[in-house]
C-alpha cells in the first residue's frame, strides 16, 4: 500500500510540474558560449552581464564545463557582455537589446590568448585548483601535476576536507559516513570493495571531484558527512581524437598503469570508451599491542602481533557507451561498464604471548595466504529531453549491476613454547563467495519559471540482492572437515523508493532554495543455518523526509561577497556488508563480524558560510547524529573482534577555511584548514562511552608555472589528534611533490612525482572503553611512491559549427557498482 502511495505522490508532482510549465510565461535571457582557439568550451571564466549605458553591473556568473551561460531573467535594456579568464585577453561585446521577452544567443566568443614569449618563457592558462560554487566545492583534477600516474583514491587523499585511511574509509571533514558518486550515481560498494575499485581508476580519467556537504534534495539522502561526486571526463570534439597515459611508479614494490581514451563523434552518434590496466604490488604493516588487567586494573598479561600484507593485483577496467541525438532536443545513450581485479596475498603473522611479569608465555605465528577476485558489469540505458532552449528538461536512468567476489584463504596456525619447541597446530580453509544485483531506475524533470525561479522534481526506485556465503574448514591429517559453527550463508534484500521536489528563486541580491525528499526503505535479512545453526530473519521497514534549505545573500551589487545559510537532513544506511553477521579471521586472536542489528543514523546539518568571489571561503557548521554508526571492538577471552555498532550520539562543529591565492604570476596556491570538535556519547557493551576533542588540519597545493614549458607542484596535508567512536587516532601528515614537461607541441607531458617525501603517512592510536583491556596500533603503508608518468594526446578534431547541448552528459557516464 505504501509503495502504490509513493507512486501516486511522484506521478502527481510530475503532472503539475508539467501543468505549471504550460502555463507560464517566458522570461527574456541572453545566453553564450565561451571557447578558445581550439574550439573547445572555457570552464570557469567570470562573464559580466552589464548595462550598456553606464557599464553597471547587472549580474555575474562562471561559465560552465561546456562553457556555456546565461542571463535569465531580464528586463527591457541594452546590455553589454563582458568575460575574463587567466592567461586570456578580457573580452567586451557590442550592445546587445532585451526587448520584448525575447531571448537573444550570441554566437560563440573565441577568448583570445595571452600567451607570449618573454625570455623564453611560454605563459599559458591554467584552470584554478578549487572553485566554490553557492552549494558545493569543485576540485579540478588535472589542475594538479602530482595527480599524474595516481589513482583516484590517491586524488581524494589530497582533496580539500577529505582524508582516505588506510582501509580505504573516506571522512570528509572529520566526519565518516559520506556518500561516494561517480558521474551522479551511487556506487552501490562497501568502504572496502569501493576503495578497490577506486584504486584501479587512474587519475587520468577523472575530470573533477564536487564536494557537498549539504546536498539539495536532487541526491539521494544517504550519506551522514555529505556527497563527494566524482566526475570522469569523455571528450566533447567532433571526429575522432584521444589520450593515452602510461606510468611506472616505485614504493617498497612497482606498479604500473596504463590507460587508454577515445571518443568519436560524427552526424548523430558519439561513441566513447575508456580502457585501463593497473599493475600493482603494495606492502602494508600492521602493529598491535594489548595489556589485559583484571577487574580491579592490575595486569594479567601482554600480546604483542606483527602482521604482513603483500597484495599483489591486477585490475582491468572497461567503459564504453554511445550517444545518438535523435534530434536537436532528444538523445538517448547507453553506457557498458565492467571490471576484473584478481590478486593474490601472503600475510604472515607473528603473535607473541607475555605474562603478568613480561615472561614469554608462547608465541604464535600464522601463515595466511589467498587467492581474491572481484567481477563488476554494468549497464546504463539514459535518456535526455529538452522541451525548449530556456531549460526545460526530462530525463529517464536505468540500471542493472552484477558484483561478483570470492575469496580462498588457507591460514595454518603453529603455537611454540617459550624455548621454541612446536606447542601445537591448527589449519582452517574457507571459501568466501559474493554476488549483487542492482536494479535502478530514476527520472527528473526540471523546469524554468518566469521571474527567475526554478522548479524540479524526481522520482527513483531501487531493487538490491546480496547473496554472501562463508564456508569454513578444519583441516587435520590432510582432510577437511565443514567447521559449523562459522560456516553460514546471508541473503539480504533491500528496496527504497524516493521522491522529491525542489524549488529556487533569484532575487536581486537574496537567493533561496528549498527542498524536500521522502525515502521509503524495505529490507529483508535472511541467516541460512547449517545442522549445528538454526536460520533466523530480520525485517526493515521505515520511510522518512529529508528536507533541504539554502538562503544566499549578496553583500555588494557585483555579488563577490556573499552569505549562505543552509540546512539538511541526512540518513546513513547500514553497508551491505555490514549487515553480514559472518566471521573473517585475520589470525587467532583477531576477527571481524557483522552486525544484522544495525540501525541507521539520521544528522541534522546545519552551515554558515561566507565566500569573496572564488578566491575565499569561511564555513562554520553544526553536526547532530543519532545512533552513529562506527567501528567498535570487543573482547572474549583473548580474542578481539572488530564489528560495526551504533554507538549513540555524535555532536560535531567545525569551522573551516578555503583560499585560493595568486602570489606571484607564476605561483598559484590553494590552502584548506579547519578546526573542529568531535564529541561521543552513548552505551558501548558493557561500557559507556563518553569521548570528545578538538582538532585541527588541513592541506595545502602550490602550482609554479616555470619556463619552457615546465611546471611544479608541490602539496601536503597534516592533521592533529583526531578522536572516532573509540579509536584516539593520532597526528599524521605527508608532503608531495611533482614537476612536468610539456612535449610534442604540447600534445604530450612527461611528468615526475613523488608522493609521501618522507613517509610520514600512518594510521597510530588507541582503542579505549575494552573491558579490562588497552589496546595501540601502528599501521604503516606503503605511501611513498614515485612515479613516471608520459601522457600523449591524438586524433583529429572537426571545426564543425556550436554542438548541442544534451544536458545528459553525467547521466551518461553513469554507473552502478
Same mark, same amino acid.
Given at each position: 500500500?505504501?509503495?502504490?502511495?509513493?507512486?501516486?505522490?511522484?506521478?502527481?508532482?510530475?503532472?503539475?510540474?508539467?501543468?505549471?510549465?504550460?502555463?507560464?510565461?517566458?522570461?527574456?535571457?541572453?545566453?553564450?558560449?565561451?571557447?578558445?582557439?581550439?574550439?573547445?568550451?572555457?570552464?570557469?571564466?567570470?562573464?559580466?552581464?552589464?548595462?550598456?549605458?553606464?557599464?553597471?553591473?547587472?549580474k555575474s556568473m562562471l561559465s560552465n564545463p561546456d562553457g556555456s551561460f546565461v542571463f535569465e531573467g531580464l528586463v527591457d535594456n541594452t546590455y553589454q557582455v563582458r568575460i575574463?579568464?587567466?592567461?586570456?585577453?578580457?573580452?567586451?561585446?557590442?550592445?546587445?537589446?532585451?526587448?520584448?521577452?525575447?531571448?537573444?544567443?550570441?554566437?560563440?566568443?573565441?577568448?583570445?590568448?595571452?600567451?607570449?614569449?618573454?625570455?623564453?618563457?611560454?605563459?599559458?592558462?591554467?584552470?584554478?585548483?578549487?572553485?566554490?560554487?553557492?552549494?558545493?566545492?569543485?576540485?579540478?583534477?588535472?589542475?594538479?601535476?602530482?595527480?599524474?600516474?595516481?589513482?583516484?583514491?590517491?586524488?581524494?587523499?589530497?582533496?580539500?576536507?577529505?582524508?582516505?585511511?588506510?582501509?580505504?574509509?573516506?571522512?570528509?571533514?572529520?566526519?565518516?559516513?559520506?556518500?561516494?558518486?561517480?558521474?551522479?550515481?551511487?556506487?552501490?560498494?562497501?568502504?572496502?570493495?569501493?576503495?578497490?575499485?577506486?584504486?584501479?581508476?587512474?587519475?587520468?580519467?577523472?575530470?573533477?571531484?564536487?564536494?557537498?556537504?549539504?546536498?539539495?534534495?536532487?541526491?539521494?539522502?544517504?550519506?551522514?558527512?555529505?556527497?563527494?561526486?566524482?566526475?570522469?571526463?569523455?571528450?566533447?570534439?567532433?571526429?575522432?581524437?584521444?589520450?593515452?597515459?602510461?606510468?611506472?611508479?616505485?614504493?617498497?614494490?612497482?606498479?604500473?598503469?596504463?590507460?587508454?581514451?577515445?571518443?568519436?563523434?560524427?552526424?548523430?552518434?558519439?561513441?566513447?570508451?575508456?580502457?585501463?590496466?593497473?599493475?600493482?604490488?603494495?606492502?602494508?604493516?600492521?602493529?598491535?599491542?594489548?595489556?589485559?588487567?583484571?577487574?580491579?586494573?592490575?595486569?594479567?598479561?601482554?600480546?604483542?602481533?606483527?602482521?604482513?600484507?603483500?597484495?599483489?593485483?591486477?585490475?582491468?577496467?572497461?567503459?564504453?557507451?554511445?550517444?545518438?541525438?535523435?534530434?536537436?532536443?532528444?538523445?538517448?545513450?547507453?553506457?557498458?561498464?565492467?571490471?576484473?581485479?584478481?590478486?593474490?596475498?601472503?600475510?604472515?603473522?607473528?603473535?607473541?604471548?607475555?605474562?603478568?611479569?613480561?615472561?614469554?608465555?608462547?608465541?604464535?605465528?600464522?601463515?595466511?595466504?589467498?587467492?581474491?577476485?572481484?567481477?563488476?558489469?554494468?549497464?546504463?540505458?539514459?535518456?535526455?529531453?529538452?522541451?525548449?532552449?530556456?531549460?526545460?528538461?526530462?530525463?529517464?536512468?536505468?540500471?542493472?549491476?552484477?558484483?561478483?567476489?570470492?575469496?580462498?584463504?588457507?591460514?595454518?596456525?603453529?603455537?611454540?613454547?617459550?624455548?621454541?619447541?612446536?606447542?601445537?597446530?591448527?589449519?582452517?580453509?574457507?571459501?568466501?563467495?559474493?554476488?549483487?544485483?542492482?536494479?535502478?531506475?530514476?527520472?527528473?524533470?526540471?523546469?524554468?519559471?518566469?521571474?527567475?525561479?526554478?522548479?524540479?522534481?524526481?522520482?527513483?526506485?531501487?531493487?538490491?540482492?546480496?547473496?554472501?556465503?562463508?564456508?569454513?574448514?578444519?583441516?587435520?591429517?590432510?582432510?577437511?572437515?565443514?567447521?559449523?559453527?562459522?560456516?553460514?550463508?546471508?541473503?539480504?534484500?533491500?528496496?527504497?523508493?524516493?521522491?522529491?521536489?525542489?524549488?529556487?528563486?533569484?532575487?536581486?541580491?537574496?537567493?533561496?532554495?528549498?527542498?524536500?525528499?521522502?525515502?521509503?526503505?524495505?529490507?529483508?535479512?535472511?541467516?541460512? %543455518? =547449517? @545442522?549445528?545453526?538454526?536460520? *533466523?530473519?530480520?525485517?526493515?521497514?521505515? #520511510?522518512? /523526509?529529508? &528536507?533541504?534549505?539554502?538562503?544566499?545573500?549578496?553583500?555588494?551589487?557585483?555579488?563577490?561577497?556573499?552569505?549562505?545559510?543552509?540546512?539538511?537532513?541526512?540518513?546513513?544506511?547500514?553497508?551491505?556488508?555490514?549487515?553480514?553477521?559472518?566471521?573473517?579471521?585475520?589470525?587467532?586472536?583477531?576477527y571481524f563480524a557483522g552486525n544484522p542489528f544495525l540501525k541507521p543514523q539520521f544528522t541534522d546539518n546545519y552551515k554558515l558560510s561566507y565566500s569573496y568571489k572564488s578566491l575565499?571561503?569561511?564555513?562554520?557548521?553544526?553536526?547532530?547524529?543519532?545512533?552513529?554508526?562506527?567501528?567498535?571492538?570487543?573482547?572474549?577471552?583473548?580474542?578481539?573482534?572488530?564489528?560495526? %555498532? =551504533? @554507538?549513540?550520539?555524535?555532536? *560535531?562543529?567545525?569551522?573551516?577555511?578555503? #583560499?585560493? /591565492?595568486? &602570489?606571484?604570476?607564476?605561483?598559484?596556491?590553494?590552502?584548506?584548514?579547519?578546526?573542529?570538535?568531535?564529541?561521543?556519547?552513548?552505551?558501548?557493551?558493557?561500557?559507556?562511552?563518553?569521548?570528545?576533542?578538538?582538532?585541527?588540519?588541513?592541506?595545502?597545493?602550490?602550482?609554479?608555472?616555470?619556463?619552457?614549458?615546465?611546471?611544479?607542484?608541490?602539496?601536503?596535508?597534516?592533521?592533529?589528534?583526531?578522536?572516532?567512536?573509540?579509536?584516539?587516532?593520532?597526528?599524521?601528515?605527508?608532503?608531495?611533490?611533482?614537476?612536468?614537461?610539456?612535449?610534442?607541441?604540447?600534445?604530450?607531458s612527461i611528468k615526475f612525482n613523488i608522493r609521501d617525501i618522507f613517509h610520514t603517512i600512518a594510521s597510530r592510536g588507541t582503542i579505549n572503553n575494552i573491558p579490562d583491556a588497552?589496546?595501540?596500533?601502528?599501521?604503516?603503508?606503503?605511501?611513498?611512491?614515485?612515479?613516471?608518468?608520459?601522457?600523449?594526446?591524438?586524433?583529429?578534431?572537426?571545426?564543425?559549427?556550436?554542438?548541442?547541448?544534451?544536458?545528459?552528459?553525467?547521466?551518461?557516464?553513469?554507473?552502478?557498482?
Amino acid at each position: 500500500m505504501l509503495n502504490k502511495l509513493i507512486t501516486a505522490f511522484a506521478a502527481a508532482l510530475l503532472l503539475i510540474a508539467f501543468n505549471v510549465a504550460t502555463a507560464q510565461t517566458t522570461p527574456a535571457k541572453i545566453n553564450g558560449k565561451v571557447i578558445d582557439k581550439d574550439q573547445k568550451p572555457v570552464d570557469g571564466a567570470t562573464v559580466i552581464l552589464l548595462t550598456a549605458k553606464d557599464s553597471a553591473t547587472v549580474k555575474s556568473m562562471l561559465s560552465n564545463p561546456d562553457g556555456s551561460f546565461v542571463f535569465e531573467g531580464l528586463v527591457d535594456n541594452t546590455y553589454q557582455v563582458r568575460i575574463t579568464f587567466i592567461g586570456f585577453k578580457n573580452y567586451k561585446s557590442d550592445a546587445v537589446t532585451v526587448q520584448g521577452q525575447n531571448s537573444v544567443t550570441l554566437s560563440a566568443i573565441t577568448l583570445v590568448s595571452t600567451s607570449k614569449v618573454l625570455k623564453g618563457v611560454e605563459v599559458t592558462a591554467q584552470k584554478s585548483y578549487v572553485e566554490q560554487k553557492i552549494d558545493r566545492t569543485v576540485v579540478n583534477v588535472n589542475a594538479l601535476i602530482s595527480n599524474s600516474g595516481a589513482n583516484a583514491l590517491e586524488v581524494l587523499e589530497k582533496t580539500p576536507g577529505v582524508q582516505v585511511d588506510e582501509d580505504g574509509n573516506i571522512t570528509f571533514k572529520g566526519k565518516s559516513g559520506v556518500l561516494v558518486m561517480i558521474d551522479d550515481k551511487p556506487t552501490y560498494l562497501s568502504a572496502a570493495n569501493l576503495a578497490t575499485y577506486l584504486k584501479s581508476l587512474p587519475a587520468s580519467a577523472l575530470d573533477k571531484i564536487e564536494l557537498m556537504d549539504n546536498p539539495p534534495a536532487k541526491y539521494d539522502a544517504a550519506g551522514n558527512a555529505g556527497v563527494i561526486n566524482i566526475k570522469t571526463k569523455k571528450s566533447e570534439l567532433r571526429g575522432f581524437n584521444g589520450t593515452a597515459s602510461a606510468n611506472y611508479a616505485q614504493g617498497f614494490y612497482n606498479r604500473t598503469t596504463e590507460s587508454l581514451n577515445m571518443n568519436y563523434r560524427v552526424d548523430k552518434v558519439n561513441l566513447f570508451a575508456n580502457l585501463s590496466y593497473n599493475h600493482n604490488h603494495t606492502f602494508r604493516r600492521l602493529e598491535i599491542d594489548r595489556n589485559y588487567t583484571d577487574d580491579a586494573g592490575n595486569p594479567t598479561s601482554y600480546f604483542k602481533d606483527f602482521s604482513y600484507f603483500r597484495p599483489h593485483a591486477a585490475n582491468v577496467n572497461v567503459k564504453v557507451g554511445a550517444d545518438y541525438y535523435l534530434s536537436p532536443k532528444t538523445t538517448w545513450g547507453v553506457v557498458f561498464t565492467g571490471a576484473i581485479e584478481p590478486d593474490h596475498d601472503s600475510s604472515p603473522v607473528n603473535s607473541f604471548l607475555y605474562d603478568a611479569n613480561h615472561v614469554p608465555d608462547s608465541t604464535i605465528n600464522t601463515q595466511n595466504t589467498s587467492k581474491n577476485k572481484f567481477y563488476s558489469g554494468a549497464l546504463n540505458i539514459n535518456y535526455t529531453h529538452k522541451f525548449d532552449s530556456l531549460g526545460k528538461v526530462i530525463s529517464f536512468d536505468a540500471d542493472y549491476v552484477r558484483d561478483v567476489a570470492g575469496s580462498d584463504q588457507i591460514f595454518v596456525n603453529n603455537a611454540y613454547f617459550p624455548d621454541g619447541s612446536l606447542e601445537s597446530t591448527q589449519t582452517l580453509t574457507d571459501n568466501l563467495p559474493s554476488y549483487i544485483n542492482i536494479y535502478a531506475a530514476k527520472s527528473d524533470l526540471t523546469i524554468p519559471l518566469k521571474n527567475k525561479a526554478e522548479f524540479s522534481a524526481g522520482v527513483k526506485s531501487s531493487f538490491v540482492n546480496t547473496d554472501n556465503a562463508a564456508n569454513y574448514f578444519n583441516v587435520a591429517d590432510g582432510a577437511s572437515t565443514p567447521d559449523y559453527n562459522n560456516t553460514n550463508r546471508f541473503i539480504y534484500k533491500e528496496n527504497i523508493n524516493a521522491a522529491y521536489i525542489n524549488f529556487k528563486k533569484d532575487w536581486k541580491r537574496f537567493s533561496l532554495q528549498g527542498g524536500l525528499r521522502l525515502e521509503n526503505t524495505n529490507g529483508n535479512g535472511h541467516q541460512l %543455518g =547449517n @545442522i549445528e545453526k538454526k536460520d *533466523s530473519t530480520f525485517v526493515n521497514h521505515y #520511510t522518512d /523526509l529529508f &528536507p533541504t534549505a539554502y538562503f544566499s545573500y549578496k553583500l555588494d551589487t557585483g555579488g563577490h561577497n556573499t552569505v549562505v545559510l543552509s540546512y539538511g537532513r541526512r540518513i546513513g544506511r547500514p553497508g551491505y556488508g555490514s549487515l553480514n553477521p559472518f566471521v573473517f579471521f585475520v589470525d587467532k586472536f583477531t576477527y571481524f563480524a557483522g552486525n544484522p542489528f544495525l540501525k541507521p543514523q539520521f544528522t541534522d546539518n546545519y552551515k554558515l558560510s561566507y565566500s569573496y568571489k572564488s578566491l575565499f571561503t569561511v564555513a562554520l557548521m553544526y553536526n547532530y547524529t543519532t545512533d552513529y554508526e562506527s567501528e567498535v571492538i570487543s573482547q572474549t577471552g583473548d580474542i578481539f573482534t572488530s564489528t560495526t %555498532g =551504533n @554507538i549513540g550520539e555524535r555532536k *560535531s562543529i567545525d569551522l573551516s577555511v578555503n #583560499t585560493n /591565492l595568486q &602570489p606571484a604570476k607564476w605561483w598559484t596556491l590553494n590552502v584548506f584548514f579547519e578546526v573542529f570538535n568531535n564529541a561521543f556519547t552513548g552505551p558501548l557493551f558493557t561500557e559507556y562511552l563518553n569521548q570528545s576533542a578538538t582538532s585541527f588540519g588541513g592541506n595545502f597545493n602550490n602550482q609554479f608555472n616555470l619556463s619552457n614549458g615546465w611546471n611544479a607542484e608541490l602539496s601536503g596535508f597534516y592533521y592533529s589528534r583526531r578522536v572516532n567512536g573509540q579509536f584516539i587516532n593520532l597526528p599524521t601528515g605527508a608532503l608531495n611533490a611533482g614537476i612536468q614537461k610539456k612535449v610534442l607541441d604540447n600534445k604530450g607531458s612527461i611528468k615526475f612525482n613523488i608522493r609521501d617525501i618522507f613517509h610520514t603517512i600512518a594510521s597510530r592510536g588507541t582503542i579505549n572503553n575494552i573491558p579490562d583491556a588497552t589496546s595501540t596500533f601502528i599501521n604503516f603503508n606503503d605511501t611513498r611512491v614515485a612515479t613516471l608518468t608520459l601522457t600523449y594526446s591524438f586524433g583529429k578534431t572537426i571545426n564543425s559549427p556550436k554542438k548541442r547541448e544534451t544536458g545528459s552528459s553525467d547521466s551518461e557516464q553513469g554507473r552502478a557498482h
